[in-house]
């Protein structure tokens, strides 16, 4: 999307009453213009989601100024898990990123995978004092789910590992001394009812494309050929939202991922295609 494209983009999520946008990558501050373009929308509150490569002192100090930014560097427990999972010297990279954003008084937090393999370790007492030392106000922990070219099945928390890291959250919310937010637990509510496909979000990809979540990489609608408004009232997003049983997670994270060949067949009778070959914007 171009820069014009995304203004535009934040401009309507903003008159629309939107309260919160979440940039994630790949690198989101790969591009030069997003902390301008956020710095323009004091009334969208950004959380911004990022390996922190590219948070030096300068960019630390714009975050800052900007006042509606909150930034989540991914990490993934502790070096021999964020290193295995990304590569040699991620974790080193994130902790220099927390460094430079507390030295600049900025207001962030960690973003951790949480996987049958790390489960463990994010869930102690150690990993949490850590990031609290680092100056973190805020964790977000997101639950594996296996989406991708490359699934990991072998990563996929099972009912009993699940329970206990959400009794392990409670606890640590309990005891501080950080703000921390289970994906999908809190977002799923007591009613277990997924957010997505417009109901209370929605995502889009890097090509404009409107997907139902970052889980699904399926688009009929394009927010270049109509705007938010349009997307958010197409009948793909609509036929997903009009089928409850979509929105109820089972044993994944996701509950649409669970629905996916569902999906793809409301995607086809909306005449849909992959993002980068829309057929139809309604």
């Known amino acids: 999307m171009t820069t014009a494209e995304l203004n535009a983009l934040f401009k ?30 004091r009334r969208l509150l950004f959380i911004l989601i990022s390996n922190g490569t590219h948070i030096t002192p300068e960019s630390a100090r714009q975050i800052t100024r900007s006042g509606n930014i909150i930034k989540l560097i991914s990490i ?31 207001c962030f937090g960690f973003a951790a995978m949480n996987t049958a393999v790390n489960t463990a370790r994010l869930g102690s007492d150690r990993f949490i004092d850590e990031m609290a030392a680092l100056g973190c106000s805020i964790g977000l922990f997101t639950e594996y789910v296996p989406s991708g070219p490359q699934p990991r099945p072998e990563w996929i928390l099972d009912d009993r590992a699940r329970d206990a890291f959400r009794r392990r959250v409670i606890d640590l919310r309990r005891r501080g001394p950080m703000a921390l937010i289970q994906f999908p637990h809190d977002e799923y509510g007591p009613y277990n009812r997924c957010s997505a496909a417009g109901r209370l979000s929605l995502h889009i990809n890097s090509q404009g494309g409107v997907e139902p979540c970052p889980f699904i990489p399926v688009a009929v609608d394009n927010i270049r050929h109509g705007g938010l408004k349009v997307a958010c009232e197409s009948s793909f997003l609509c036929s997903i939202r009009a089928q409850p049983a979509l929105l109820q997670r089972q044993h994944l994270a996701c509950s649409l991922y669970e629905h996916l060949a569902e999906i793809k067949a409301l995607a086809e009778f909306s005449q849909a295609g992959p993002p980068h070959k829309i057929k139809k914007t309604l």
């Not at 994630?24 to 373009?37: A, F, H, Q, V, Y």
């Open 12 to 41: 309507e999520a903003s008159e629309l009453g939107v309260t919160a946008v979440v940039v994630t990558g790949g690198e989101p501050l790969l591009r030069d213009d997003l902390l301008d373009l956020i710095a323009r929308r």
């Open 76 to 106: 993934e427990g502790f070096p021999g898990d964020t290193d295995g999972r990304r590569q040699a010297g991620a974790h080193h990279d994130a902790v220099i990123a927390m460094h430079n954003l507390r030295a600049a008084g900025a």
